[in-house]
């Protein structure tokens, strides 16, 4: 019988909802307009993906996970996943600004936010 206790979830609080889903939606929100923003011809993406050298593919392909994990992390039984999208594209972002842009310190703003989506994908699990 002690077995069916750890079955049931205990009941949360307003402040542990309030906790978990503001940052999960401000997040969402945040990748949401940036991977949308990827799919605009005139905006900076363009160029800066023409300067990584492998083809606009790639933008839309960011701007796809971007977007389609930023919705994920909305839906708590897939957040995780969601997470994991969004933070892929991030890894990638600091790869490239390391190694192939050379722009050493601006892998700091991706690496930031590659933090914060960690935490908010990993938040369900703590």
Not at 12 to 32: C, H, K, M, N
């Amino acid at each position: 019988m002690g077995d069916l206790r750890l079955l049931v979830e205990p009941s949360r609080s307003r402040v542990d909802l309030l906790t978990e889903w503001i940052p999960r939606i401000g997040v969402a929100l945040l990748f949401f307009f940036i991977g949308s923003s990827k799919f605009s011809p005139d905006s900076m993406w363009v160029r800066l993906f023409a300067r990584i050298g492998l083809g606009q593919w790639l933008r839309y392909l960011t701007g796809a996970l971007q977007v389609g994990g930023s919705i994920l992390l909305l839906i708590p039984r897939v957040s995780t996943i969601g997470a994991a999208m969004v933070a892929s594209t991030l890894v990638g972002a600091i790869v490239v600004q390391l190694f192939v842009l050379h722009t050493g310190l601006s892998a700091l703003v991706p690496a930031a936010l590659l933090v914060i989506v960690v935490a908010v994908g990993a938040s369900r699990w703590l």
